[in-house]
C-alpha cells in the first residue's frame, strides 16, 4: 500500500484522460516526502487505478453530471499531519486536472483517505527489489 482507487462516471473518459489523472496522482504520492526527506510511500507498493462506472445514477438522475471518487488506502504508521498533507495534495491535483472540465460541466469530486487496519493482509509483490538500490 498505498493504493488509489478512483471510480468515475463513463462519459468523462470522452472529456478527459484518465491515464493522464492516474499518472498525476501517482507522481504527487511518490513526491511527497517526511521532513527528513525520506519518501512518505515505497514505489514499489503504490498504484492507482481508474475505473469508468458501469452504471451510475448521481443525484436526482435527471441530468449529465458527472462524478469522480478517489479513495486512498494507507498503511498505518502516518502522522495525522502527514495525512492531511497527503489528503490536500491530491485533491489539488485532481482539482488542477479537472479545472476547465468542472468550470463547463456539474461535476461532483471526492477525496476519501482510509487508514488500513487489516483484518488480513497477504502481500505477493515482486516489485520492490526494482527500485531498490543499493
Do not use: W
Not at 471510480?7 to 504527487?28: F, G, I, K, R
Not at 469530486?109 to 509483490?125: K, S
Request: a negative charge; hydrophobic letters at 45%; glycine letters at 6%.
Amino acid at each position: 500500500m498505498p493504493h488509489l482507487v478512483i471510480q468515475y462516471t463513463p462519459q468523462l473518459d470522452a472529456e478527459t484522460n484518465m491515464a493522464q489523472l492516474c499518472q498525476t496522482l501517482s507522481n504527487t504520492m511518490l513526491a511527497t516526502q517526511h521532513p527528513d526527506g525520506k519518501p512518505v510511500f515505497p514505489i514499489g507498493a503504490t498504484r492507482v487505478l481508474a475505473f469508468p462506472a458501469a452504471h451510475a445514477v448521481i443525484a436526482d438522475g435527471s441530468g449529465d453530471y458527472a462524478f469522480v471518487y478517489l479513495n486512498f488506502r494507507i498503511a498505518k504508521g502516518r502522522t495525522p499531519e502527514m495525512i492531511e498533507h497527503v489528503g490536500q495534495t491530491l485533491l489539488a491535483a485532481t482539482q488542477a486536472h479537472f479545472a476547465s472540465l468542472f468550470a463547463k460541466r456539474p461535476i461532483g469530486i471526492t477525496l476519501q483517505i482510509d487508514e488500513g487496519h487489516e483484518v488480513f493482509n497477504a502481500v505477493h509483490n515482486n516489485l520492490h527489489s526494482l527500485f531498490n538500490t543499493p
